[in-house]
Every structure is written in structure tokens, then in C-alpha cells.
């Protein structure tokens, strides 16, 4: 299967929701240090963005920080879920739409938010993703993406085998999954983006940006727009 369509085809809406249901406690406590590190970056006033934001998990904890939140993803049923996971939160949007062509205005967002290595899982070069985000964000806004940190990779790939063995995923590929990248008999393929990347893409597209590592499992890119 293409990694492309991944998430929209094959793991999406309840799916994808019982990736997070089965995690251990290692990963859960990566889930909650990832949304309280991006809720210490948004105020009261802010409009938000979500790139990917699925079923809407982390959606659903930005909503009361901000004035409104917007959250999009390329996979319809996941949308679905979200709406009936957001019902009753009078402040947010959902749109199907690639986080590649983003249909909103320069400048709309004050906060532009892409977790859990979105930044590879959308398999789509990742100086356009970012130009494009920073595009919609207003001056003075942030720009937030986040990766795996190196320190992570154990307790991930556990995490990824639980996924494999409930069928979420393909089986894992064991002798081609290594050094931050995991790889299924089915074609599926997660990478990393760690700071030297993140570096890189800071230098070539002339941004200012802050690297920070997160409770030893993520690596987050915030740029100042």
C-alpha cells in the first residue's frame, strides 16, 4: 500500500484511535508531555491550527486554550470520529484538506500546530509543509513541529509492534526497522526527523527557529514568524 494514503485508506477514524487506546504508559506519558508542551505555547486569544489532526485527540485539549481552534486531515471517517469526540466544544473547525495546500489566507493563524511526526507521517517534502504552515501563520505567530527523539526509539517501536500485532499495521519489517525508522511488509514506512534535519531545514529556508527536546521522546521545531 502507498504510505501516502496510509492514513486515509487503511488507518483512519477507529483505527486510529485504538493505536492510542492500547499504548503503554511510557508512550501515553509522550502523548500528554507533546500536547502540554504546545498548550504552554498558545494563549487565550489565539486562533489555532492542527495539521493532521485525525480523530481529534489533541484537538479536543487545545480548544478550551485558545479563542478557536481548526484542525484538518485528509481522512474523511477520522473527521467524522472528531466531530462526535468535539461534540459540545463551541470554539473549533474541521476541514478535509492537505496540509500541502492549505486553504486559508495568509496570515490567519496565530498558532500552527503539527504533533507526533506528522512532519514524516505525511510523506510530503518537508520544506514545503513548513513553508506553507508559516505561510498561514500571522507575525509574531509560532509555528510548532514536532518529531521522535532519538532517546524514544525503544519504547516506540514497542508501541508499534502492539499496533502490528492488533493489525493495525502490517507486520514489521525487523531486519530493514532501525536507526528512527520503522518498516511493514505492507509498504508502510515511518521516518524521523531529528535536530540536525530540523537544523538543516531551519538554514535553507532562512527561519528562525528554536529546537527543543521534550521529556526525552520528542524533538520539537518552533518557529517565530
Known amino acids: 500500500?502507498?504510505?501516502?494514503?496510509?492514513?486515509?485508506?487503511?488507518?483512519?477514524?477507529?483505527?486510529?484511535?485504538?493505536?492510542?487506546?492500547?499504548?503503554?504508559?511510557?508512550?501515553?506519558?509522550?502523548?500528554?508531555?507533546?500536547?502540554?508542551?504546545?498548550?504552554?505555547?498558545?494563549?487565550?486569544?489565539?486562533?489555532?491550527?492542527?495539521?493532521?489532526?485525525?480523530?481529534?485527540?489533541?484537538?479536543?485539549?487545545?480548544?478550551?486554550?485558545?479563542?478557536?481552534?481548526?484542525?484538518?486531515?485528509?481522512?474523511?471517517?477520522?473527521?467524522?470520529?472528531?466531530e462526535k469526540l468535539l461534540r459540545g466544544v463551541p470554539n473549533y473547525r474541521l476541514c478535509l484538506m492537505n496540509a500541502a495546500d492549505l486553504e486559508f489566507p495568509d496570515g490567519f493563524f496565530d498558532v500552527v500546530v503539527c504533533v507526533q511526526n506528522g512532519i514524516s507521517a505525511f510523506h510530503m517534502d518537508t520544506g514545503e509543509l513548513i513553508k506553507e504552515a508559516v505561510r498561514v501563520t500571522a507575525k509574531g505567530g509560532s509555528v510548532l513541529f514536532s518529531s521522535y527523539s532519538d532517546k524514544f526509539w525503544s519504547d516506540r517501536l514497542e508501541w508499534f509492534y502492539l499496533q502490528s500485532e492488533e493489525g493495525l499495521i502490517g507486520d514489521i519489517d525487523s531486519a530493514k526497522t532501525g536507526n528512527g525508522v520503522i518498516v511493514c511488509r505492507d509498504g508502510f514506512r515511518a521516518t524521523t526527523v531529528g535536530p540536525e534535519k530540523f537544523g538543516r531545514i531551519e538554514a535553507e529556508l532562512g527561519l528562525k527557529a528554536v529546537i527543543t527536546e521534550v521529556d526525552e521522546s520528542s524533538v520539537f521545531m518552533e518557529i517565530t514568524v
Do not use: W
Not at 27 to 33: I, L, N, S, W
Not at 49 to 61: A, D, I
Open 1 to 82: 500500500m502507498n504510505t501516502d494514503s496510509y492514513y486515509s485508506d487503511r488507518l483512519a477514524a477507529e483505527k486510529l484511535k485504538r493505536c492510542y487506546e492500547i499504548a503503554t504508559p511510557r508512550v501515553r506519558q509522550y502523548f500528554e508531555a507533546e500536547i502540554k508542551h504546545v498548550l504552554s505555547r498558545i494563549t487565550k486569544n489565539d486562533i489555532v491550527l492542527e495539521l493532521g489532526c485525525g480523530f481529534g485527540r489533541v484537538l479536543k485539549r487545545l480548544c478550551p486554550a485558545a479563542l478557536a481552534a481548526v484542525g484538518i486531515d485528509i481522512a474523511g471517517p477520522s473527521l467524522e470520529l472528531a
